[in-house]
């Protein structure tokens, strides 16, 4: 089953790719938050994509949640509300991590595109195994 992971902005989007039998992501590309709906209607038909990772800001400190968090379980409503199965995963320090492997390894990939890579293998990691 294919995979997009989803880390979602305010300005844009990092997507990554992935599916259950291998179990590994790989980042994608960003694009802008605007028009996302059409793009992402597209990747499901071109890539075969059944299922969704997005992830979400959970902020430690907060019972209400921050308006992040509002905007992305609004986001991730809009996907279901099409007909999408839509999974969340904690997305807390993937934008840190991101800028690490950047400059650890030298990445050429855009932060949020690795943001959503680590968001998609986190889940693939929590996933039991057959």
Do not use: W
Request: net charge negative.
């Amino acid at each position: 089953m294919r995979y997009l992971g989803i880390d979602f902005g305010l300005k844009k989007i990092g997507l990554a790719l992935g599916d259950d039998e291998t179990r590994i992501a790989s980042p994608l590309e960003v694009i802008p938050r605007e028009g996302s709906e059409d793009y992402i209607e597209r990747l499901i038909k071109e890539d075969g994509i059944e299922r969704f990772v997005v992830g979400l800001p959970v902020s430690a400190g907060s019972f209400h949640g921050s308006d992040q968090q509002k905007l992305t379980e609004a986001f991730i409503e809009g996907l279901r509300s099409r007909g999408m199965h839509v999974e969340t995963c904690d997305e807390r320090y993937t934008s840190t991590e991101s800028q690490r492997l950047q400059q650890e390894y030298g990445l050429d990939m855009p932060e949020d595109a690795l943001a959503a890579m680590l968001i998609l293998q986190s889940f693939f990691n929590e996933l039991p195994r057959p």
